[in-house]
Nanobody, 122 residues
Framework: QAQLVESGGGLVQTGGSLRLSCAASGSSNSIADMGWYRQAPGMQRELVGVFTFASGSTYIADSLRGRFTISRDNANNMVYLQMNSLKPEDTAVYYC???????????????WGRGTQVTVSS
């Protein structure tokens, strides 16, 4: 069973940094992409960033570009989200996801982690 485990969340002051980690395991299917969403209280879940495995390309939401970066550990199925210059509005639960490609059908299935809380104090 595919599984994602996030770590690295916590409480930080405005202007501080955090690095979130996401480790994927439990499946032999290829990973199409991994990334992060976040959800603040009372808000919809929003896309933060994506790492596409085949191309190595990355995407960060326009509003976060310049402060957040996404990267991958090539030796392992791990993705990181480096968050700098954090603001109170970055406070949210951050969810890791991955899209797995079924080797036979080529159908993609999305999996989610349980989320990690990031709180930025003013």
């Amino acid at each position: 069973q595919a599984q994602l485990v996030e770590s690295g969340g916590g409480l930080v002051q405005t202007g501080g940094s955090l690095r979130l980690s996401c480790a994927a395991s439990g499946s032999s299917n290829s990973i199409a992409d991994m990334g992060w969403y976040r959800q603040a209280p009372g808000m919809q879940r929003e896309l933060v960033g994506v790492f596409t495995f085949a191309s190595g390309s990355t995407y960060i939401a326009d509003s976060l570009r310049g402060r957040f970066t996404i990267s991958r550990d090539n030796a392992n199925n791990m993705v990181y989200l480096q968050m700098n210059s954090l603001k109170p509005e970055d406070t949210a639960v951050y969810y890791c996801y991955m899209n797995l490609i079924d080797a036979v059908t080529l159908y993609e299935t999305m999996y989610w982690g349980r989320g990690t809380q990031v709180t930025v104090s003013s």
